[in-house]
């Protein structure tokens, strides 16, 4: 089990944004928010329920034909339905004009039968824990 951040109610927020700030990129030595990948304003919360919150996070590859972008949102997937400390939903976007096949990328990374039968590639899987995992 991964070591989580963040504590339910109203830091919902940021605890979200605890959670990916650390992961790292696939590539580089450097977390998501070292390479301003994520951010401080790129998640949203809202309230949809009693203790059951819509988590939206808006994230920026490095650059529009970005061939990771696929890889980066399943991290951030895998790691917040990990992490989150309560009740969630969780919507995961490219922020708009940031690549240039992001409508593809959005659909792909928000499917749930995709993101499980990614998972299930060892290689893929591999890749996504050494992202994921907190540095010790």
Known sequence: RVPCAGEPGHGAGQS?????????DPE????????????ESCVEVHEIGEDEY?????????VP???LATLIGLCLR???????????K?????????H????????QINDKER???????PNLREIVEQCVTEPD
């Open 16 to 24: 979200a944004r605890d959670i990916i700030r650390t992961i790292r």
């Open 28 to 39: 580089k030595p450097n977390t998501l928010e070292e390479l301003e990948v994520v951010t």
């Open 54 to 62: 819509l988590v939206i996070i808006r994230f920026t590859p490095t």
């Open 65 to 67: 034909h970005c061939s």
């Open 78 to 88: 895998i790691k917040l339905q990990r992490c989150l400390p309560f009740k969630h």
């Open 90 to 98: 969780l919507e995961i976007y490219i922020s708009e004009g940031a």
């Open 100 to 107: 240039s096949t992001e409508e593809d990328i959005n659909k």
């Open 115 to 121: 993101v499980a039968a990614a998972m299930e590639n």
